[in-house]
Structures are given as structure tokens and as C-alpha cells.
């Protein structure tokens, strides 16, 4: 299987606190791969990272043997991301939001709208098409976002916890496309999840990261094999502790916060 | 290169679009303007008259429209931090393009936005009883507008890229545009101005876009066309090449 995402000794630093400490995995062609850990755990700032969003402190990334470092536009043609947080444009309708999408990411004219139509049916807004995304409601800027990032099928497919705030039924149809996806083009997809039983269900290979470090890597059944336990859930548990990680609580992605606030850490 | 330009140019009518769409802050940016011509143009009219100046109003409309420009212009650039603080900058940031593109397209929908605000001011001054000398000097007078306005748009992305969100606005406002605006000689006239104002006037690129609005309209300008039209190009290319620079840096 070829390589297609390839990590060593990625450090993140924002002054004194190391987001990402020291993290390498390979994933391959084709391959779907979960990133699993507790809030803050350094799981986004590794995706920003990978995506040219973030330069890393420390380390190397290549995807698909194109460092994104140092050749961000020829590594940005390789992927597609489905972002965590909010990334429409609320004053464009839904359809343009799509069609914008459509245009930078290359995808021509009629594939754009054939596709644009399908997604937006599948996953109910075509009726709203026409409407400003600033009347839409948080789940229906959520399922626009993620029929978004499925308009053009690059070769690897990021989605930074692609499932948080979304109806199951949605869930369901997301995962069924992209896995589809998977299995047609051989798309490589890359996720992060605090679910357990999503990561269980949908990825050939986990990483659990805590703390900025990849704790232990391998699938479900491996993980629950080398920690001795029955679920995956208390695989993850007997991995990262039972301390309970809520993301306001957590200092170092507090202190990273105050100092954006203050205009550094970049 | 289809591709590209196409790119650059929904990135473009994706600001023509929502400035069309948001009339309440078409309408509200005209409100200073408005002020503007009737206190400053009716107010000071008579004295300048009596100082032998001429007609008032007809002097500081190019300068309001100047103004009607440079606020509109300044804060479309700066659109880049609302884009990140509602997150489609990002979008934008991981396509398959050069963000030297994303950037232009962002930098010509913000200019040809400031552009049409600077011809409604004009049009509205007309109400006001200006009257330009030669309809014919219309179009490129637009052309100048829209040379300020791209000048102004570079300048405000490269601020947007300096700051991380909306609380520098005061400051920007208060040290940046306002002294831009005020030493701009957009009020009053160049000509025999303390040798401090006039050295900040001349360090001031708003000087020479609103000195070229002024030959092309009424025929009085004070450092020459040519001269206006060089050191706007000039520091329009050096502003909008900043601009590229300090856009390619932003991270997420």
C-alpha cells in the first residue's frame, strides 16, 4: 500500500505550552484512518497543521510525497477538509456557498452543479438552496457545511470531528457516502472523533492521542487486545485515565486561547 | 489561467454581492457624506468665497468623495478579520490556488465596492450643486476613484492581517483613516499651507488621489496630474504587493 500521509516527530508549540508533542504515524492509500482523544488533546492542531494552515514547530508531514511546508499549493490540490467549526459564508445562499466551493477547489462547471444538486438533496437544504445561510439553523449550517466539503473528491479527505452537532440520520448518510467514496476512488480519509463507537465502526486504524502524544496506535480490536480490555471505550479509558477533560478546563488550550486573544502564537 | 481568472472572479462578485445585499450600510455610509457637504460645503461657503477661493462646494466634493473611498475602501480590506472570526477565511485558505489570488480577488471586489460608493457621493454632490466642468472627465475621474479605492483596499488587508480581531478598530480608526482623511487636503486647499501640514500632505497618498479627482472635475489641482497619477500607481503597487505579502503569512 503507498503512503499517503506520512508524519514524524510533528511538535506544535505556542510559547510554552506544546500543543503537539513529538506525534508520527503513516497512513496509506486508501486507508481509513481515526484520530481519537479527549477535548484539546492536540487532535486539530495536527489537522491545521497537515492542511497548511498551521507551520509545525518541529518535524515533517508529506502527503502524498508533497511536504506542505514548503510546496503549500501542490499539497493543497491532494485534499479536501470538512472543518470543525463554522466556515460558510452567511451572507451567500447555500447554492453559492456550493458553487464558490465548487470553482476554488477546481471542480468544472457541470460536475459542479450535478453534484452540487445531489449533495444538497442528500442531505435535505436543496428546497432552501436559494436562502441566505444566515437564516439556516446550527444543524442546517452543519449539513451544508459537510455536503460542502464532499463537492470535490480529491485524494485525501480530513474531517475535523465531521459528526459533532449533527442529526444521526445525517450521520449515517455521511458515513455511507464517504465510505462509498473510499471504496469507488480509493479516497483516503483521515478523521478525528472523541466517539468511540464511530471510531470502532468506520476506521481500519486508530490512533488515540492525549496530551499532545499518540498514546497507542493500531485497530479497535489491537487496541483492546494490548490494553486487555472489552469495549473500545475502556480501552480509551484504561489509555487516557478517567480525569474528565472538558474543553474550558483544559489549561493549555486555555492559555493558547488568551494568547490569540493577546495577538501571538501563531 | 481560466481557471484562475475564474476563481478571481467569484472571489469578486462574491463582495459586489454582499455589498448589494446589505442596504442598510449602503445607506448608513452615506450619512457622513451628506454631513459633510451640507454643514462644511453650505457652512464654509461664503468665507471661502470671500477669500477668493471660489465655489466651496465644488472644491470639497472630490474630497468627500475621497473620503466616501477611503472609509469604504479601508474597511472592505478589513473584512479579512470578520472572515476568520466567522471562519471562511479558512475556506478559502486551503484551496487548491496561491493566496496571492485569493487576495487579489478579495482586493478588486473591496475596490470596486469602495468605487461605487465613491460614484454615489458624486452623484448625490451633484444634488448638492456640484457640477463638474467636463462630463467627458467623468470616466476617468472613476477611473482615478477606482485607483484610490484599490490602494486603500491593499492597505486595509494588511492591517486585517496584522490583527487578530475587531478590537483595534478604535485604533485604526482613530490613527490611521482619520489622519489619513484629515491631512489629505480634502478640506481645504494645498496651497500655502504651514510647511509641517504641507510636508504631511505630500507623505499622505490620499493627497494625490483627491488632487487628481480635482484637475479631472474642476480643473484645480495642486501637485499636477502626472505627478498624482505616478505616486498613486506607485504606492498602489507597493501596497498591494504588502498586502500579498502579509496576506501569504496568515495562519489559522
Do not use: C
Amino acid at each position: 500500500m503507498k503512503t499517503m500521509i506520512e508524519v514524524k516527530n510533528l511538535v506544535k508549540r505556542f510559547g510554552d505550552i506544546t500543543a503537539v508533542d513529538g506525534v508520527s504515524f503513516k497512513v496509506g492509500g486508501g486507508e481509513i484512518f481515526a484520530f481519537l482523544g479527549p477535548n484539546g488533546a492536540g487532535k486539530s492542531t495536527t489537522i491545521k497543521m497537515l492542511t497548511t494552515l498551521l507551520s509545525p514547530t518541529r518535524g515533517s508531514v508529506t502527503l502524498d510525497g508533497v511536504d506542505p511546508v514548503r510546496d503549500p499549493e501542490r499539497a493543497r490540490r491532494s485534499f479536501g477538509i470538512v472543518f470543525q467549526d463554522p466556515s460558510l459564508d452567511d451572507d451567500l445562499t447555500a447554492w453559492e456557498n456550493m458553487q464558490l466551493h465548487g470553482v476554488l477547489y477546481d471542480v468544472p462547471a457541470a460536475e459542479r452543479n450535478r453534484r452540487g444538486q445531489e449533495l444538497l438533496w442528500f442531505v435535505d437544504l436543496w428546497e432552501r438552496r436559494d436562502d441566505l445561510v444566515k437564516r439556516f439553523s446550527g444543524g442546517m449550517k452543519r449539513r451544508l457545511e459537510i455536503a460542502r466539503g464532499l463537492l470535490h473528491h480529491p485524494k485525501i479527505i480530513f474531517l475535523d470531528e465531521p459528526t459533532l452537532g449533527l442529526d444521526p440520520q445525517t450521520r449515517n448518510r455521511m458515513w455511507e457516502y464517504l465510505r462509498e467514496l473510499n471504496r469507488k476512488e480509493g479516497t483516503t480519509l483521515f478523521f478525528t472523533t472523541h466517539y468511540m463507537e464511530e471510531a470502532e465502526r468506520i476506521a481500519q486504524r486508530i490512533a488515540v492521542i492525549d496530551h499532545g502524544k499518540i498514546i497507542a496506535l493500531g485497530s479497535a480490536a489491537q487496541l483492546k487486545r494490548q490494553t486487555k480490555t472489552a469495549s473500545l471505550e475502556d480501552a480509551f479509558l484504561s489509555l487516557t485515565g478517567h480525569s474528565i477533560r472538558e474543553e474550558s478546563a483544559d489549561p493549555a488550550l486555555d492559555a493558547m486561547r488568551a494568547m490569540r486573544r493577546r495577538g501571538f502564537g501563531h | 489561467m481560466k481557471s484562475t481568472m475564474q476563481k478571481i472572479y467569484f472571489l469578486w462578485l462574491r463582495q459586489i454581492k454582499k455589498y448589494f445585499r446589505s442596504r442598510s450600510r449602503i445607506i448608513g455610509s452615506l450619512g457622513q457624506p451628506l454631513l459633510f457637504l451640507l454643514a462644511l460645503g453650505y457652512g464654509f461657503g461664503s468665507v471661502f468665497a470671500q477669500a477668493g477661493q471660489g465655489n466651496y462646494l465644488n472644491f470639497l466634493a472630490p474630497g468627500v468623495i475621497g473620503m466616501s473611498i477611503i472609509f469604504t475602501a479601508i474597511f472592505s480590506g478589513m473584512e479579512v478579520i470578520w472572515d476568520r472570526q466567522f471562519g471562511f477565511l479558512k475556506e478559502t485558505l486551503v484551496a487548491p490556488m496561491p493566496r496571492f489570488h485569493i487576495m487579489i480577488g478579495r482586493t478588486l471586489g473591496g475596490a470596486t465596492v469602495a468605487t461605487m460608493q465613491g460614484v454615489i457621493v458624486m452623484l448625490l454632490s451633484l444634488a448638492f450643486g456640484f457640477h463638474p466642468l467636463n462630463w467627458w472627465l467623468v470616466l476617468p475621474a472613476v477611473g482615478v476613484m477606482f485607483l484610490v479605492a484599490l490602494l486603500f483596499t491593499s492597505l486595509g488587508t494588511m492591517v486585517a492581517s496584522l490583527l487578530d480581531d475587531m478590537q483595534g478598530f478604535q485604533l485604526i480608526m482613530n490613527f490611521l483613516v482619520m489622519p489619513l482623511f484629515f491631512l489629505s487636503g480634502a478640506l481645504f486647499p494645498l496651497q500655502g499651507l504651514p510647511a509641517l501640514l504641507a510636508i504631511l500632505a505630500r507623505i499622505d497618498p490620499l493627497s494625490y488621489g483627491i488632487d487628481a479627482l480635482r484637475v479631472l472635475l474642476i480643473n484645480a489641482g495642486h501637485y499636477g496630474l502626472g505627478t498624482d497619477l505616478a505616486v498613486l500607481s506607485a504606492v498602489t503597487l507597493a501596497f498591494v504587493w504588502l498586502g500579498a505579502v502579509f496576506f501569504r503569512r496568515l495562519q489559522v
